[in-house]
T-cell receptor, first 112, second 113 residues
Framework: AQSVTQLGSHVSVSEGALVLLRCNYSSSVPPYLFWYVQYPNQGLQLLLKYTTGATLVKGINGFEAEFKKSETSFHLTKPSAHMSDAAEYFCAVSEITDKLIFGTGTRLQVFP | DAGITQSPRHKVTETGTPVTLRCHQTENHRYMYWYRQDPGHGLRLIHYSYGVKDTDKGEVSDGYSVSRSKTEDFLLTLESATSSQTSVYFC????????????FGSGTRLTVV
């Protein structure tokens, strides 16, 4: 069965610093991979997705992620953190049966 | 934003009472999903639907039932609410299934006392 592991339930960075949120997946078939962001008291919003093609995927708000098949990873990065990036981030992998499997989430704090 | 609304947004109910949560979409998407979100568990799939009257169980379906009599509405029912069902419930929709990703509603915060 497919699964997702997000390393680090909490990540803290200073404003302007690099953001790196880690995601590893398990899948027996080529996966579709997603990152979602959740702001307080809101639903989840799609940041970016990898389906096929280019392994470096660019999303909204300056975020990007790279699919590395050899490492079974799909880490999310942003070169320079902004206060508005503070939120919870979820990695997800698609099952072939039309269901998304989510990781447990990483809460990002940004300090001034 | 995509037309997906959840009702109610907040609800407090007593143990043993039935509760129905509603998800309504105006996008005519085929797929609809119910997830629950709990600290430390992320989002877990309860039930999903791939068409009118076509539903299937997710990983945490015990104690929940669903119905989809129209494309636009997907109802989640807790037949007899328990304290372990206190959670935030999210509905999601998708036109092409999971490969295209989902659009989420704003959630329903349910407290069972």
């Amino acid at each position: 069965a497919q699964s997702v592991t997000q390393l680090g339930s909490h990540v803290s960075v200073s404003e302007g610093a690099l953001v790196l949120l880690r995601c590893n997946y398990s899948s027996s078939v080529p996966p579709y991979l997603f990152w979602y962001v959740q702001y307080p008291n809101q639903g989840l919003q799609l940041l970016l997705k990898y389906t096929t093609g280019a392994t470096l995927v660019k999303g909204i708000n300056g975020f990007e992620a790279e699919f590395k098949k050899s490492e079974t990873s799909f880490h999310l990065t942003k070169p320079s953190a902004h206060m508005s990036d503070a939120a919870e981030y979820f990695c997800a992998v698609s099952e072939i049966t039309d269901k998304l499997i989510f990781g447990t989430g990483t809460r990002l704090q940004v300090f001034p | 934003d995509a037309g997906i609304t959840q009702s109610p947004r907040h609800k407090v109910t007593e143990t043993g009472t039935p509760v129905t949560l509603r998800c309504h979409q105006t996008e005519n998407h085929r797929y609809m999903y119910w997830y629950r979100q709990d600290p430390g568990h992320g989002l877990r799939l309860i039930h999903y639907s791939y068409g009118v009257k076509d539903t299937d169980k997710g990983e945490v379906s015990d104690g929940y039932s669903v119905s989809r009599s129209k494309t636009e509405d997907f109802l989640l029912t807790l037949e007899s609410a328990t304290s372990s069902q206190t959670s935030v419930y999210f509905c999601a929709i998708s036109e092409w299934g999971s490969q295209g990703g989902y659009t989420f509603g704003s959630g329903t915060r349910l407290t069972v006392v």
